[in-house]
Antibody
């Protein structure tokens, strides 16, 4: 069974940093493209970015709203993807989901809440 | 950047058919995926590649895609289908994933 478990969310001040983790199991993580998607309270889904596999040189791409502030990385030896959030803004407050992309996002974690507030 | 447009809400009586549309420029040339999200839960993929259903998704859920509109059709709607539905594509020109704004399905 595919499982994705996010962790690392919490309360952070504007301008602060946070590191989210996504622990994967039940599938060939090292060969998978992993994405992060966020959702502010009462709002729609917003794609944050993705990291491809080693075969694709761990290529990353980011949404314009987070480019230059967020970084996605992965440790295939730990079956874990990461989202590094820097220079956080109040509008970054959201539930952050990691997801595996095959034919669409076929597996999602339960999400982790990031709250940016002073 | 590529934009997907969904109506904010759709209402349907139990047993009837719900059609949720997703508009985009020449969306018929792209693969469209649909997600169902219930309150407090992560999204669930209900249709992928325009019209294919993942394992475990009822046959009542179907999809089509042509021209500038993709459609998710839910037949014989049940109370349990009440949820937000999102369409999604991958825009190859930007290498971005794009979501529609979501449609709230209300079962009357």
């Amino acid at each position: 069974e595919v499982q994705l478990v996010e962790s690392g969310g919490g309360l952070v001040q504007p301008g602060g940093s946070l590191k989210l983790s996504c622990a994967a199991s039940g599938f060939a993580f090292s060969g998978s493209s992993m994405h992060w998607v966020r959702q502010a309270s009462g709002k729609g889904l917003e794609w944050v970015g993705r990291i491809r596999s080693k075969a694709d040189n761990y290529a990353t791409v980011y949404a314009a709203s987070v480019k230059g502030r967020f970084t996605i990385s992965r440790d295939d030896s730990k079956n874990t993807a990461y989202l590094h959030l820097n220079s956080l803004k109040i509008e970054d407050t959201a539930v952050y989901y990691c997801s595996r992309y095959t034919t669409g996002f076929d597996s999602w974690g339960q999400g982790t809440l990031v709250t940016v507030s002073s | 950047s590529y934009v997907l447009t969904q109506a904010p809400s759709v209402s349907v009586a139990p047993g009837q058919t719900a059609r949720i549309t997703c508009g985009g420029n020449n969306i018929g040339s792209k693969s469209v995926h649909w997600y169902q999200q219930k309150p407090g839960q992560a999204p669930v993929l209900v249709v992928h590649d325009n019209s294919d259903r993942p394992s475990g998704i009822p046959e009542r859920f179907s999809g089509s895609n042509s021209g500038n509109t993709a459609t998710l059709t839910i037949s014989r709607v049940e109370a349990g289908d009440e949820a937000d539905y999102y369409c999604q594509v991958w825009d190859s020109s930007s290498d971005y994933v794009v979501f529609g704004g979501g449609t709230k399905l209300t079962v009357l």
